[in-house]
């Protein structure tokens, strides 16, 4: 089979059609120039959809603190380096990249590093139709050059202690583990970024 580049993806009636279903001409037009463009650079299509996949988890992973600093954590605010939830998506992919089902198979579980252990935050599935083949342990960090705020010092060693802290500072740094569900013989796969 040859491909040629006869086909008009731009055609009258195709456009006719979208527009009378109340579509903006525009923007089906620049669309369609995408899309030619990357039909034209099958690389750049498997870039954008990567792309588009570690935005999507990099938002999971915001949402994730987002409902956990009320339930879980117990403080005002979670603060966030800047572009850790995109390392960790980009990391996160690659170690899915070579899995059977890729991301589709994951379970990721969210926990927080504090000076007693491990905290759980959350369980995220990111194909709940796919039988998991993987989990992925993501472990973040707490900043520990953090310096208390003014309030949280001032109710230290009183009988009335906060159970709301107002801000958690996370660390640059995280853990991701690795464990494969299909294979026995496989070992588990930590990464300390």
């Not at 759980?120 to 208390?148: H, S």
């Not at 109710?155 to 802290?165: D, E, K, Q, V």
Request: hydrophobic residues 35%; charged residues 30%.
């Amino acid at each position: 089979m040859v491909a040629t580049s006869t086909l008009k993806t731009k055609s009258n009636e195709c456009i006719s059609e979208l527009v009378e279903r109340r579509y903006d001409q525009n923007c089906i037009e620049k669309e369609l120039d995408f899309w030619d463009h990357c039909l034209a650079e099958p690389q750049r299509a498997a870039d954008v959809m990567e792309d588009r996949t570690c935005q999507q988890l990099a938002k999971m992973f915001e949402n994730c603190l987002s409902r956990a600093k009320k339930t879980t954590l117990h403080c005002s605010s979670v603060l966030v380096p800047e572009r850790l939830t995109r390392r960790i998506a980009r990391e996160v992919l690659r170690l899915a990249s070579c899995e059977p089902c890729g991301l589709r198979g994951c379970v990721l579980y969210v926990n927080l590093e504090l000076d007693k252990g491990c905290k759980r935050l959350d369980r995220i599935v990111y194909d709940a139709t796919v039988v998991p083949t993987f989990e992925l342990t993501l472990v973040f960090k707490q900043d520990g050059t953090a310096w208390p705020s003014l309030r949280d010092f001032l109710f230290m060693g009183t009988c009335f202690a906060p159970t709301f802290r107002h801000a958690l500072k996370l660390s640059p740094g995280f853990r991701l583990v690795k464990k494969k569900l299909y294979s026995s013989s496989a070992g588990t796969v930590v990464e300390e970024c």
